[in-house]
C-alpha cells in the first residue's frame, strides 16, 4: 500500500536509492531539490530535510513498504511560482513508473489542496509525458493550454474542485 510521509532524515538511505535511480541532476519533481542543495552525505541530506521541513511548500515522499518510489509538492495559493510551475508537482522514480502510483499520491494531494481552499489546482508536465499527462486528466484536469518553458514545450492543467476526483482515501496519509 502506498503512503504519503513527511521527508525524514531518517530515510536517507531509502531516499538516496531514488535519487540515484534518476541520475544526476535536479529533475526529481516533488523533492524540493535546488542547486544550492547537497545530498549526498548525511549531513547535507539533514540539512536539506530541515530546509524543506519549515519552508513554504508542503512535501511528501511516496512510500510502499519502507522503499521510497517518489514525492510530491503542494504549493500554496499564494506562492509567486504557481504561474510557472503549478500548484503540484510530483515525479516517480523509472522503477516504480506505470503502476498508478502518481494518480494515487495526486488524488491524495488534490483533497489537501481541497481542504486548504485552492481552486483550481494548476499543474503543468512535459507535452510528451503521457504518463503524467493521464494522471492528470484521471483527475479531471482540465487542458488550458500547451506553452513554451524555455526549452521545453509544457502543458498546463487546471483541475477545479467541484471535479469527482478518481481516488479518495486518505489512508496512510500523515499531512501534520
Same mark, same amino acid.
Given at each position: 500500500m502506498f503512503e504519503l510521509v513527511r521527508p525524514r532524515a531518517e530515510l536517507f538511505q *531509502?531516499?538516496? &536509492?531514488?535519487?540515484r535511480e534518476w541520475g544526476p541532476g535536479l529533475h526529481e519533481d516533488g523533492f524540493g531539490i535546488t542547486s544550492d542543495?547537497?545530498?549526498?552525505?548525511?549531513?547535507?541530506?539533514?540539512?536539506?530535510?530541515?530546509?524543506?521541513e519549515h519552508g513554504?511548500?508542503?512535501?511528501?515522499w511516496i512510500? *510502499?513498504?519502507? &522503499?521510497v518510489?517518489?514525492?510530491?509538492?503542494l504549493r500554496a495559493a499564494d506562492d509567486e511560482r504557481v504561474q510557472s510551475v503549478g500548484h503540484i508537482g510530483y515525479g516517480v522514480r523509472p522503477s516504480a513508473r506505470g503502476r498508478g502510483v502518481a494518480t494515487w499520491a495526486l488524488g491524495e494531494v488534490l483533497?489537501?489542496?481541497a481542504s486548504l481552499g485552492i481552486d483550481p489546482v494548476v499543474a503543468f508536465c512535459l507535452e510528451d509525458n503521457a504518463g503524467s499527462v493521464a494522471a492528470l486528466e484521471r483527475h479531471g484536469a482540465t487542458l488550458e493550454a500547451v506553452e513554451q518553458h524555455g526549452t521545453a514545450r509544457v502543458r498546463r492543467y487546471a483541475i477545479r474542485s467541484g471535479v469527482r476526483f478518481a481516488h479518495r482515501s486518505t489512508v496512510g496519509t500523515d499531512y501534520s
Open positions: *531509502e531516499w538516496s &536509492e531514488a535519487h542543495d547537497e545530498v549526498n552525505t548525511v549531513d547535507g541530506f539533514r540539512d536539506w530535510v530541515a530546509r524543506i513554504p511548500t508542503e512535501l511528501w512510500v *510502499e513498504e519502507g &522503499e518510489l517518489g514525492g510530491i509538492a483533497l489537501r489542496a
